[in-house]
């Protein structure tokens, strides 16, 4: 292609996805029509350049913190892919771009075109949660998401338990091919083999004791669509190979039958557990570990991704609110953000929902936060832990930690038991009533 483009716009019309041409001094040298429609008409007269449309910046994506599509693309010669946060219509949101190098007749670099696919980045699960977010960290997960999602292969998700590997497995699930079909869930911690493989092949009407009728397994309802199996590393070792059975031929008969069938999904695995550990300690299948481990997507834990806390507190707050939408002010933000949240979301999701049953009107203050936070701190007996054999706490029974809880609350509030009570989260009635057990 020549180094002056006489026509770009003519170039980008057979590009379904909205697409940009970009010179090598970053100017938006032309739109095409899916573009004009996601992200409006620009004024191609005044030379805009592609950072300050996209991200509001006075320079060049990696000079503002961020990767830059053009900047890899140029050095490598080769089309690249990164996730991006770009100004939209509808706010910010994620843009997955993808940039092109355009070359002359004598093979050097005149331009870029660059498409942009959307990428959402709240997922509403079967709970009223969304997960939100601009860290890095999540901002990579994300992106594997993005990549993955069109595919067919085998995902697992790894990371602590209330990170929101649920949600992302959702993510991937809606943004397939399959979205038209269920993602079924198996929750696999706990499960004993007969309760195990009637949850997941389904069994015939008096196959065991207790079987009155027939049902159908998850195997089968997720056919067409995805089989999400939630805590996988927790399946006993005996259970395994028929799972890996099922994932490798897509066959598998319902307890009680002797007639094979068949399914056809998408797996997703999610666990907290170190699998390659499981796998050396021998609890864990090494044909099924890397049946599964095709494509890790790795959980960051909540608190390496601190700067997300307050846009994931807001959203959280948005699905509790209920027609009285719950705010919280600056410095609430700061306390959460400042916290340590070995719960990860889920444990901060709960957090929120005491503050909102807690508080009087729609706007979760400092006071408030950081009164729970204490109590909270409290509860786990502030810097010691429980489980630590070398805590005091340890030689404390239960009624004596409460015991001195509620001497040291009543203290502060010098003797007022409503005040008290009302720090505590509890009734007048049911504090006298903690008072006289204690006593």
Not at 46 to 75: L, T, V
Not at 210 to 237: C, H, K, W
Not at 293 to 299: G, L, Q
Not at 388 to 403: F, G, I, M, Q, V
Request: include cysteine.
């Amino acid at each position: 292609m020549k180094s002056t483009l006489t026509n770009p716009k003519d170039l980008l019309d057979v590009i379904e996805l909205p697409a940009i041409v970009v010179s090598k001094d970053y100017e938006i040298e032309a739109t095409n029509t899916a573009y004009e429609s996601a992200f409006g008409q620009l004024d191609l007269t005044s030379s805009p350049k592609c950072y300050a449309i996209s991200h509001g910046y006075d320079k060049p994506c990696d000079q503002s913190g961020e990767d830059c599509p053009m900047r890899q693309a140029r050095a490598s010669g080769q089309k690249t892919r990164v996730l991006h946060v770009h100004h939209t219509p509808r706010g910010r949101e994620y843009v997955d771009v993808e940039m092109t190098p355009i070359r002359d007749d004598s093979g050097n670099v005149t331009h870029f075109v660059e498409v942009l696919r959307s990428v959402e980045n709240k997922v509403t699960t079967h709970k009223p949660v969304k997960v939100a977010g601009s860290h890095p960290a999540f901002r990579q997960v994300l992106s594997q998401v993005s990549r993955v999602a069109d595919s067919d292969i085998a995902v697992v998700l790894l990371g602590e338990s209330g990170t929101g590997k649920e949600v992302i497995a959702q993510a991937i699930h809606q943004q397939s091919g399959r979205s038209k079909r269920p993602m079924v869930t198996l929750e696999c911690s706990g499960l004993t083999e007969t309760l195990f493989e009637s949850e997941l092949f389904g069994h015939t009407k008096g196959a065991f004791t207790g079987a009155n009728f027939e049902r159908q397994g998850l195997a089968s309802a997720a056919d067409g669509g995805t089989l999400f199996l939630d805590e996988v590393g927790d399946i006993p070792l005996n259970l395994q190979v028929k799972l890996l059975r099922l994932i490798e031929t897509g066959s598998y008969r319902p307890i009680g039958s002797s007639e094979s069938k068949h399914t056809d999904f998408r797996l997703i695995c999610a666990t907290h557990h170190d699998l390659w550990r499981r796998v050396q300690e021998g609890a864990f299948r090494l044909d099924l570990y890397y049946r599964i481990n095709v494509f890790p997507i790795h959980m960051p834990r909540l608190t390496d991704r601190r700067s997300d806390i307050p846009v994931i507190a807001d959203t959280i707050l948005e699905s509790l609110g209920a027609g009285n939408r719950y705010h919280l002010t600056q410095a609430a933000q700061s306390l959460l953000e400042e916290a340590d949240w070995p719960g990860n979301i889920r444990e901060l999701r709960n957090f929120l929902l005491r503050a909102s049953v807690l508080n009087d009107g729609n706007v979760l203050a400092h006071d408030l936060i950081n009164r729970l936070l204490k109590e909270r701190a409290i509860a786990m007996g502030g810097a010691e832990k429980l489980s630590d054999p070398n805590s005091k706490l340890t030689h404390y029974s239960l009624a004596e930690l409460e015991r001195r809880y509620f001497t040291e609350l009543l203290d502060a509030h010098r003797g007022d038991k409503k005040a008290a009570a009302k720090q505590a989260g509890i009734s007048l009635r049911t504090l006298y009533r903690k008072l006289e057990s204690l006593n």
